[in-house]
Nanobody, 122 residues
Framework: QVQLVESGGGLVQPGGSLRLSCVVSGFILEYYTIGWFRQAPGKEREGVSY??????DYADSVKGRFTISRDNAKKTVYLQMNSLKPEDTAVYYCARGYGSSRSLNKNDYRYWGQGTQVTVSS
């Protein structure tokens, strides 16, 4: 069955970096859009970035700081997060789209991982 498993979260100081990983199984990675989302306490889940074929996009709040990439052989999608800020603190989720459409709307994603906590604090 379709599974997505995130890892790589943790506690980091402002200005620091983390790399999140999303290992997928049960489908062919390159056929689907994979998105990264985050949800802070009391806030809506928001789209951070997606990768679809060779196309990527980012939320304005993370442009220039976050980079999404994919390793098809390892069935893994990465989110490199640099220059982290306290407002980046959230649970981060990866998700698989219904197909290869390009979207940061959570309603366009069907399968979700369990999430990994990222905390940016001094």
């Amino acid at each position: 069955q379709v599974q997505l498993v995130e890892s790589g979260g943790g506690l980091v100081q402002p200005g620091g970096s983390l790399r999140l990983s999303c290992v997928v199984s049960g489908f062919i990675l390159e056929y689907y859009t994979i998105g990264w989302f985050r949800q802070a306490p009391g806030k809506e889940r928001e789209g951070v970035s997606y990768i679809s074929n060779l196309r990527t996009d980012y939320a304005d709040s993370v442009k220039g700081r976050f980079t999404i990439s994919r390793d098809n052989a390892k069935k893994t999608v990465y989110l490199q997060m640099n220059s982290l800020k306290p407002e980046d603190t959230a649970v981060y989720y990866c998700a698989r789209g219904y197909g290869s459409s390009r979207s940061l709307n959570k309603n366009d994603y069907r399968y979700w991982g369990q999430g990994t906590q990222v905390t940016v604090s001094s």
